[in-house]
């Protein structure tokens, strides 16, 4: 093996245990705070910190859990959340971005429904579930409503906010090449929109996660995670209700790291 060869081979093992090391730290960065959570827990639960009649130990939780996972029962929940969410989520998306747009195109238009949207938007989601009720019944249709509300409004108001704010020099940069405006607004202020409007999506589908789960608690569900966190709660089976608790946790972190990820693919060149 010649000198040069020899150099590369030790340049491509270097980079290599750079790529492991660094590996190896975002996981322990990652694992840090679910590891903090159950040495608080635990410690909370040997100490006696929390009457044990009301906090199980960490340990039985997670085996507990792990068994419902396992056995198909926590995953049908867990399942059913999801496609609620997604059902809310979907709505909000596709009915809020063009609404959004639409009013940040004409900042008058704005101005004149900005305090319907702000009045209803600082309305809490729970508060809207008597008329949501009455109006479409106990359903599934009734929760998937008024999650789609309540993320609508946060879509519109993130995506017109982003329409509004797009910076005028490339907007006038584009005007002086002679671009109409429609390439202007497919050029420039669509591209300038995206990096608020993921903010938006991201928000919503986390406004959606809650609002659902508090909806399955109190809306006639027979399912889903909401459902068995109140159910567990009443039949004071603890392990099962905090086990769904942390599941329902995870589901919110998986599903804004999943938007982070999007946001990367997307909207990789915002702030440049």
Known sequence: MSSTEKTASASQGSLRRIA???SLQSFGRFALG???LFAIWWVAWALDLVD????PSPVATLVDTAGNIV????LFDLWRTLVRVGYA????AVFGVPVGIALGANSKVYRSLEFIIDLFRSTPATAMF????????LGDFAKIAVAAFAAWLVVVFNTAYGVMNARPTRIQAAKSMGASQLRIFRDVIFYETLPQTFVGLR????MALVV????????GAVDGLGHRIIDAQISYQLTDMYGSILIAGALGYALNLFFLVLEDVFVHWSGR
Do not use: C, R, Y
């Open 20 to 22: 492991g090391s660094q």
């Open 34 to 36: 679910p590891l903090i």
């Open 52 to 55: 044990k009649n009301l906090l």
């Open 130 to 137: 008597p008329l949501f009720l009455l109006l479409f019944g």
């Open 71 to 74: 056995g198909g029962d926590m």
């Open 212 to 219: 659902i789960i508090v909806a399955e608690m109190f809306i």
């Open 89 to 92: 989520f979907v709505i909000a």
């Open 203 to 206: 928000t919503a589908v986390s």
